[in-house]
């Protein structure tokens, strides 16, 4: 059997320790997860979570030790850093409980939910899906994964963005609306998880703008750096 056209590269990120990658299968995100976040954006109180998907070739894995480099996206004058703590499924299911979550994850890695915010704007205004705002080409730099027992205490672990050598964003990931287990049984409610899915649990406050020739770098302690440059 061959196939009509070339078919696509599977997409897979770097795992500390190890030469072994992880395979990338969906890309789920999680809406204004964190309550000064959801405030900046409009919004207050607990609502249930909500969920967006980016394609699974957004993503640009970025070695530990290295710069990765994504390109101003076209269309937008408003691109904006999210930075969030990303959750590897290692072993898949549907309907898990939050207390059962912990068992699905292979590990974790800090990641960029890049974003359109002008595009997005406009379609929230219309009633239109995100997708040009959120899942366009390159939009998912993410760093190498540590393994869940390598990673330490993510549950409460400072989560922080430099742009240029000057903070942009910090908080806590103690800080989630919905912690780690429940946005893994509110997503495993809608979709069966399959090992390979990335998790963008949400960004913390201080979304702001970024241009060509910016440096990001993004932190959670125990957790492997992720610096990306605009080019
Ligand atoms: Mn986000």
Redesign the pocket.
Known sequence: MSYVVTPPAQVSVPVIGTADRFPVHRVY?????YAEHAKEMGYTGREPPFFFMKPADAVIPVDAGTVGRIAYPSLTRDLHH?I?LVVAIGVGGKNIAAADAVRHIYGYAVGL?M?RRDLQGEMKKQGRPWCIG?GFDQSAPIGPITPAAQAGKVADAAIHLQVNGADRQRSSVASLIWNIGETIEHLSAAWELQPGDLI?T??PEGVAAVVAGDTLVGGIDGLATLSVKIV
Do not use: L, P, Q, S
Not at 29 to 33: Q, S, T
């Open positions: 995100c999680v809406g204004r997860n999210e969030e939910d974003t959120k963008f949400g960004t």
